[in-house]
Protein backbone atom coordinates (compact mmCIF):
# COMPACT_ATOMS: atom_id res chain seq x y z
CA UNK A 1 0.00 0.00 0.00
CA UNK A 2 2.59 2.89 0.91
CA UNK A 3 4.78 1.48 -1.67
CA UNK A 4 1.95 1.84 -4.49
CA UNK A 5 0.80 5.18 -2.66
CA UNK A 6 4.25 6.57 -3.09
CA UNK A 7 4.27 5.95 -6.94
CA UNK A 8 1.03 7.49 -7.41
CA UNK A 9 2.22 10.53 -5.74
CA UNK A 10 5.48 10.69 -8.06
CA UNK A 11 3.33 10.20 -10.47
CA UNK A 12 1.03 12.87 -9.72
CA UNK A 13 3.87 15.25 -8.98
CA UNK A 14 5.67 14.52 -12.36
CA UNK A 15 2.28 15.19 -14.65
CA UNK A 16 1.63 18.61 -13.06
CA UNK A 17 5.05 19.87 -12.56
CA UNK A 18 5.87 22.49 -14.95
CA UNK A 19 9.50 23.82 -15.85
CA UNK A 20 10.23 26.86 -13.86
CA UNK A 21 11.76 28.19 -17.31
CA UNK A 22 8.03 28.83 -18.63
CA UNK A 23 6.86 30.94 -15.75
CA UNK A 24 7.35 34.55 -15.54
CA UNK A 25 6.50 35.83 -12.67
CA UNK A 26 5.28 39.36 -12.46
CA UNK A 27 6.65 40.39 -8.93
CA UNK A 28 5.22 43.88 -8.58
CA UNK A 29 1.85 42.67 -9.70
CA UNK A 30 0.86 41.38 -6.36
CA UNK A 31 -3.15 40.25 -7.01
CA UNK A 32 -3.31 39.38 -3.21
CA UNK A 33 -1.66 38.00 0.28
CA UNK A 34 -2.55 36.67 3.29
CA UNK A 35 -1.61 35.59 6.49
CA UNK A 36 -0.70 32.85 4.78
CA UNK A 37 0.32 33.06 1.20
CA UNK A 38 1.11 35.56 -1.65
CA UNK A 39 -0.56 35.98 -5.08
CA UNK A 40 1.11 37.54 -8.35
CA UNK A 41 0.08 37.67 -11.70
CA UNK A 42 2.41 36.11 -14.20
CA UNK A 43 2.73 34.35 -17.37
CA UNK A 44 3.07 31.08 -18.39
CA UNK A 45 4.67 29.62 -22.13
CA UNK A 46 3.45 26.82 -23.67
CA UNK A 47 0.43 24.42 -22.60
CA UNK A 48 -0.07 24.10 -18.76
CA UNK A 49 0.22 20.81 -17.62
CA UNK A 50 -4.02 20.53 -17.01
CA UNK A 51 -4.26 20.28 -20.68
CA UNK A 52 -2.87 17.04 -20.72
CA UNK A 53 -4.40 15.70 -18.01
CA UNK A 54 -7.84 16.74 -18.36
CA UNK A 55 -7.35 16.88 -22.14
CA UNK A 56 -11.71 17.16 -21.91
CA UNK A 57 -11.27 21.02 -20.88
CA UNK A 58 -8.31 21.46 -23.55
CA UNK A 59 -10.90 23.50 -25.52
CA UNK A 60 -10.30 26.28 -22.92
CA UNK A 61 -7.41 27.52 -24.27
CA UNK A 62 -4.32 27.63 -21.19
CA UNK A 63 -1.65 28.38 -23.33
CA UNK A 64 0.84 30.97 -23.02
CA UNK A 65 -1.83 32.60 -20.83
CA UNK A 66 -2.16 34.84 -18.11
CA UNK A 67 -1.91 32.77 -14.64
CA UNK A 68 -2.41 33.48 -10.64
CA UNK A 69 1.00 32.19 -9.14
CA UNK A 70 0.47 31.26 -5.46
CA UNK A 71 3.46 31.55 -3.24
CA UNK A 72 4.62 31.16 0.51
CA UNK A 73 5.96 34.29 2.07
CA UNK A 74 9.46 34.23 3.00
CA UNK A 75 9.07 33.73 6.75
CA UNK A 76 6.76 30.71 6.09
CA UNK A 77 7.20 28.20 8.99
CA UNK A 78 7.26 24.18 8.27
CA UNK A 79 3.47 23.90 9.23
CA UNK A 80 2.57 26.81 6.70
CA UNK A 81 4.57 24.89 4.42
CA UNK A 82 2.75 21.63 4.63
CA UNK A 83 -0.67 23.25 4.77
CA UNK A 84 0.34 24.87 1.03
CA UNK A 85 1.60 21.16 -0.14
CA UNK A 86 -1.72 20.19 1.23
CA UNK A 87 -3.51 22.60 -0.66
CA UNK A 88 -1.57 21.70 -3.88
CA UNK A 89 -2.37 18.34 -3.52
CA UNK A 90 -6.40 18.64 -2.32
CA UNK A 91 -6.20 20.91 -6.15
CA UNK A 92 -4.70 18.29 -7.80
CA UNK A 93 -6.57 15.39 -6.91
CA UNK A 94 -10.33 17.54 -6.97
CA UNK A 95 -10.54 17.76 -10.96
CA UNK A 96 -11.52 20.40 -13.26
CA UNK A 97 -15.30 22.65 -12.67
CA UNK A 98 -16.39 25.58 -14.79
CA UNK A 99 -17.13 26.87 -10.93
CA UNK A 100 -14.57 26.60 -8.77
CA UNK A 101 -10.47 27.97 -9.77
CA UNK A 102 -8.67 25.19 -10.93
CA UNK A 103 -4.81 24.10 -10.76
CA UNK A 104 -3.07 24.57 -13.85
CA UNK A 105 0.62 23.57 -12.72
CA UNK A 106 2.99 23.54 -10.29
CA UNK A 107 6.50 23.78 -9.07
CA UNK A 108 7.49 21.41 -5.96
CA UNK A 109 11.13 20.50 -6.86
CA UNK A 110 13.36 20.71 -3.96
CA UNK A 111 15.62 23.43 -5.83
CA UNK A 112 13.05 25.92 -6.21
CA UNK A 113 10.16 28.00 -3.85
CA UNK A 114 6.74 25.87 -4.02
CA UNK A 115 4.45 27.91 -6.71
CA UNK A 116 0.60 26.43 -7.23
CA UNK A 117 -0.56 28.10 -10.36
CA UNK A 118 -3.77 28.47 -11.13
CA UNK A 119 -6.46 30.51 -13.22
CA UNK A 120 -6.08 34.50 -13.69
CA UNK A 121 -9.41 35.78 -12.90
CA UNK A 122 -8.89 39.53 -14.52
CA UNK A 123 -12.13 40.98 -12.62
CA UNK A 124 -11.04 40.46 -8.87
CA UNK A 125 -12.71 39.17 -6.09
CA UNK A 126 -16.77 39.08 -6.06
CA UNK A 127 -16.59 41.14 -2.70
CA UNK A 128 -14.66 43.85 -4.27
CA UNK A 129 -16.53 43.87 -7.77
CA UNK A 130 -19.86 43.65 -6.34
CA UNK A 131 -18.62 46.99 -4.08
CA UNK A 132 -17.04 49.03 -7.13
CA UNK A 133 -21.01 48.26 -8.83
CA UNK A 134 -22.67 49.93 -5.67
CA UNK A 135 -20.93 53.38 -6.86
CA UNK A 136 -22.67 52.91 -10.14
CA UNK A 137 -25.98 53.06 -8.89
CA UNK A 138 -26.00 56.00 -7.51
CA UNK A 139 -26.62 57.75 -11.10
CA UNK A 140 -30.44 56.96 -12.08
CA UNK A 141 -30.86 53.82 -13.34
CA UNK A 142 -33.79 52.66 -15.67
CA UNK A 143 -35.30 49.66 -14.89
CA UNK A 144 -33.69 47.39 -17.92
CA UNK A 145 -30.38 48.26 -16.17
CA UNK A 146 -31.94 47.56 -12.75
CA UNK A 147 -33.40 44.02 -13.85
CA UNK A 148 -29.54 43.09 -15.91
CA UNK A 149 -27.75 43.66 -12.47
CA UNK A 150 -30.30 41.50 -11.14
CA UNK A 151 -29.57 39.22 -13.34
CA UNK A 152 -25.98 39.14 -12.91
CA UNK A 153 -26.05 38.34 -9.01
CA UNK A 154 -28.80 35.66 -9.27
CA UNK A 155 -26.39 34.29 -12.05
CA UNK A 156 -22.90 34.76 -9.78
CA UNK A 157 -25.36 32.66 -6.62
CA UNK A 158 -26.10 29.68 -9.21
CA UNK A 159 -22.43 28.98 -10.13
CA UNK A 160 -21.30 29.52 -6.58
CA UNK A 161 -24.09 26.62 -5.57
CA UNK A 162 -22.87 24.68 -8.56
CA UNK A 163 -19.63 24.80 -7.47
CA UNK A 164 -20.27 23.78 -3.88
CA UNK A 165 -22.44 21.00 -5.18
CA UNK A 166 -19.43 19.33 -7.36
CA UNK A 167 -16.94 20.22 -4.31
CA UNK A 168 -19.54 18.16 -1.72
CA UNK A 169 -19.96 15.43 -4.48
CA UNK A 170 -16.06 14.81 -4.32
CA UNK A 171 -16.69 14.66 -0.34
CA UNK A 172 -14.79 18.33 0.20
CA UNK A 173 -15.19 20.66 2.65
CA UNK A 174 -14.53 24.24 2.03
CA UNK A 175 -15.06 25.82 5.50
CA UNK A 176 -14.40 29.36 3.94
CA UNK A 177 -16.84 29.87 1.63
CA UNK A 178 -17.44 33.85 1.45
CA UNK A 179 -17.84 36.45 -1.31
CA UNK A 180 -13.72 37.56 -0.71
CA UNK A 181 -12.92 33.94 -1.83
CA UNK A 182 -14.65 33.71 -5.14
CA UNK A 183 -13.30 35.08 -7.98
CA UNK A 184 -14.73 36.18 -11.65
CA UNK A 185 -13.33 35.71 -14.42
CA UNK A 186 -13.51 37.81 -18.07
CA UNK A 187 -17.10 36.14 -19.07
CA UNK A 188 -18.90 37.71 -15.53
CA UNK A 189 -18.33 33.67 -14.67
CA UNK A 190 -17.75 33.21 -10.67
CA UNK A 191 -15.39 30.24 -9.41
CA UNK A 192 -14.63 29.66 -5.57
CA UNK A 193 -11.04 29.79 -4.74
CA UNK A 194 -9.11 29.69 -1.72
CA UNK A 195 -8.60 25.74 -0.67
CA UNK A 196 -6.51 26.56 1.85
CA UNK A 197 -8.88 25.40 4.50
CA UNK A 198 -10.39 22.80 2.53
CA UNK A 199 -11.12 18.98 4.27
CA UNK A 200 -12.21 16.32 3.00
CA UNK A 201 -14.68 14.56 4.78
CA UNK A 202 -13.69 11.56 6.61
CA UNK A 203 -16.61 10.94 8.84
CA UNK A 204 -19.36 12.96 8.71
CA UNK A 205 -18.08 15.89 10.20
CA UNK A 206 -14.69 17.62 10.03
CA UNK A 207 -13.40 19.35 13.77
CA UNK A 208 -11.17 21.54 13.86
CA UNK A 209 -9.43 24.81 16.93
CA UNK A 210 -7.30 27.87 16.36
CA UNK A 211 -6.36 29.50 13.49
CA UNK A 212 -8.16 32.51 11.98
CA UNK A 213 -12.15 32.08 11.85
CA UNK A 214 -14.65 33.36 10.13
CA UNK A 215 -16.87 34.08 12.97
CA UNK A 216 -19.86 35.75 10.73
CA UNK A 217 -19.95 33.24 8.05
CA UNK A 218 -19.52 29.97 10.48
CA UNK A 219 -22.69 28.32 11.20
CA UNK A 220 -23.86 28.10 14.84
CA UNK A 221 -22.63 24.46 15.22
CA UNK A 222 -19.03 25.48 13.99
CA UNK A 223 -19.48 28.21 16.37
CA UNK A 224 -20.14 26.51 19.35
CA UNK A 225 -18.01 23.56 18.89
CA UNK A 226 -15.24 23.66 15.16
CA UNK A 227 -17.84 20.88 13.78
CA UNK A 228 -17.94 21.61 9.84
CA UNK A 229 -19.95 19.82 7.16
CA UNK A 230 -21.40 20.59 4.03
CA UNK A 231 -24.42 22.20 5.74
CA UNK A 232 -22.20 24.31 7.57
CA UNK A 233 -21.11 25.33 3.95
CA UNK A 234 -24.25 25.66 3.24
CA UNK A 235 -24.85 28.11 6.08
CA UNK A 236 -21.45 30.63 4.97
CA UNK A 237 -23.18 30.45 1.53
CA UNK A 238 -26.81 32.02 3.04
CA UNK A 239 -23.89 34.78 4.08
CA UNK A 240 -22.69 34.93 0.77
CA UNK A 241 -25.91 35.57 -0.61
CA UNK A 242 -26.61 38.57 1.73
CA UNK A 243 -22.97 39.90 0.86
CA UNK A 244 -24.30 39.35 -3.12
CA UNK A 245 -27.68 40.57 -2.97
CA UNK A 246 -26.63 44.22 -0.50
CA UNK A 247 -23.69 44.57 -2.94
CA UNK A 248 -20.69 43.54 -0.60
CA UNK A 249 -22.18 44.96 3.02
CA UNK A 250 -20.80 43.50 5.86
CA UNK A 251 -22.79 40.66 7.42
CA UNK A 252 -24.41 41.58 11.16
CA UNK A 253 -22.17 45.14 10.79
CA UNK A 254 -24.04 45.72 14.09
CA UNK A 255 -22.72 42.77 15.90
CA UNK A 256 -19.49 42.13 17.53
CA UNK A 257 -18.03 38.99 16.35
CA UNK A 258 -17.83 37.99 20.97
CA UNK A 259 -21.65 38.25 20.34
CA UNK A 260 -22.50 36.23 17.32
CA UNK A 261 -23.07 33.01 18.86
CA UNK A 262 -25.58 34.87 21.75
CA UNK A 263 -27.04 36.50 18.64
CA UNK A 264 -27.66 33.74 16.41
CA UNK A 265 -29.43 31.49 19.81
CA UNK A 266 -31.67 33.95 20.23
CA UNK A 267 -33.22 32.87 16.81
CA UNK A 268 -31.86 36.29 15.19
CA UNK A 269 -31.20 36.25 11.07
CA UNK A 270 -29.90 38.45 8.53
CA UNK A 271 -32.78 40.56 6.83
CA UNK A 272 -33.23 40.38 3.41
CA UNK A 273 -30.58 43.00 1.36
CA UNK A 274 -32.19 46.30 -0.64
CA UNK A 275 -31.42 44.55 -4.08
CA UNK A 276 -32.77 41.39 -3.41
CA UNK A 277 -35.91 40.27 -4.20
CA UNK A 278 -39.13 39.19 -2.02
CA UNK A 279 -38.92 35.72 -3.77
CA UNK A 280 -35.37 34.91 -3.58
CA UNK A 281 -35.36 35.71 -0.20
CA UNK A 282 -38.33 33.60 0.93
CA UNK A 283 -36.61 30.65 -1.16
N1 LIG B 1 -6.37 37.17 -6.55
C1 LIG B 1 -6.15 36.03 -5.91
N2 LIG B 1 -6.19 35.00 -6.76
C2 LIG B 1 -6.46 35.52 -7.98
C3 LIG B 1 -6.66 34.96 -9.28
N3 LIG B 1 -6.58 33.64 -9.47
N4 LIG B 1 -6.95 35.78 -10.29
C4 LIG B 1 -7.04 37.10 -10.08
N5 LIG B 1 -6.88 37.68 -8.90
C5 LIG B 1 -6.58 36.89 -7.86
Redesign the pocket.
Known amino acids: GVWRGNVEAERIRDEWEICSDDLKIFNQKK??SGAFCI?FKGKLEGKAPICKIQPSIATQCFENCEV?VKKLPKYADESAKNDFVQEIDFMKRIGYHPHL?SILGCITAPQFDPCLI?????N??LLKYVRNRRLEIVEPMIDDEMALRFKDLLSFAWQISDGMDFLSSKGCIHRDVAARNV?VDENKVAKI?DFGLCRLMDTATYTTRGGRLPIKWMAPESLQDYTYTTKSDIWSFGVLLYELFSLGAVPYSWVQPVDMIDYLRSGKRLDKPQHCADNVYEF
Not at 118 to 122: F, N, S, T
Open positions: LGVAIIEYCCGDLS
